[in-house]
């Protein structure tokens, strides 16, 4: 069964190595986290099958990594500095700040019970400002991007020119981003520093509906694809009142958190706001000429937006599941094998050194092509245990009669079974098992 509570993820994560609390030594900092040993293997991986869906295997996508500094003239073309707001109150009481539009109660203060201490509403703008270059003054503000989204549509003409592309294209990019949330909090789902996955693809304006219901149903199915089950997700359109001021029509794929259903991903259907707003803004054309139609638009765009990391706290949820094995309970995570941190784990029977030069032999080959994780501490048995808890699908056990037989054992996590293979077979069985 999926983890039923946070704690569990939360407690795994920071046991075997995923996610720690920033700056624990000093108190922590609130809502920042640093990716361990395996968290930072695994937030790769979401990421490389986002890419791996989203550009590798398309023909019309490119990706571009911009910056994160922009100045302010893009974030008020963009609308940020005017619109990308939550309404803050602050209790009189004990001086905590909510977003007014996340009480349950506006007469009470969930922090310390305090009745009808709020102050007005107003506007708090979420982007983080800060300074460019060694003077401080209005000439040198700048901004962190609150998305990545901005950085594909001011290189629209660069690349719409050096990719030769054509609408419908795509412009991919995955990156950090950040935002000044009022009460981010659920561990790393919602965080003030965080990495997205985002795609703006270009299209003829006639064309935005149905690539829109077309990139509704293909995200949806890259997370039932990687492994969370169907009726953990579902696909929810935005009331009116919920949508962007750029939007014309938005879905979010959610999934079931064990505090209730939350986004991963929205997919917006932008018009041409980006473009003409930054086209005005700058004085240069961004714009598409169509020699075939004899016809010059602007393009709409259609954005799915997703957070690699709620994603990946999502992934890790799903996967939690316990069962028995000869009696003892364990913990086990049921990855997809292209997000596991490891993929394979090499496990010598013995540290003797009659077996360690044969086990390290074959670590060197399979990392060839795979992460790989080498364990030869403690009982075999304990070390399946671990690498059942961290995900990996597949253990490698190098025993004394390979040296015998040239044969090596094959475990899988999610049945326990064994087969014995031959070394000079290991890395094709390996192929076979993972699928890449």
Partial sequence: ???KDLEQIVNLCKRRGFVYPSAEIYGGFRSSYDYGPLGALMLRNVKDAWVRAMVQQRDDTVLIDAAILSPPAVWEASGHLANFTDPLVDCTSCKQRFREDHLDDRSVCPGCGAKDSFTEARAFNLMFK???GPIEGSGAEV????????????????????????PPFGIAQVG???????????????TREFEQMELEFFVPPADGPQWYEYWCSERLNWYVGLGIPSEMLRLRAHDADELSHYSAGTSDVEFLFPWGWGELEGIAQRTDYDLKQHATHSGEKLDYFDQATNERYVPYVVEP????????????????DEDEVGGELRTILRLHPRLAPFKVAVLPLSKKDTLTPLAKQIHRTVSDRYMVDYDDTQSIGRRYRRQDEVGTPLCVTVDFDSLEDNAVTIRDRDTTEQVRVPIDSLMGELLARLGF
């Fill in 143 to 166: 901004y962190l991007r609150p998305e990545t989204a901005q950085g594909m549509f001011v290189n629209f003409a660069n690349v719409l020119q050096t990719s030769r592309k054509k």
């Fill in 305 to 320: 937006a997703a957070g690699a990391t709620r994603t990946m706290a999502a992934f890790l949820l799903a996967a939690y």
């Fill in 1 to 3: 069964m999926p983890a």
């Fill in 176 to 190: 950090k981003s950040f935002r000044n949330e009022i009460t981010p909090g659920n561990f790393i789902f919602r």
């Fill in 130 to 132: 800060t300074h460019a």
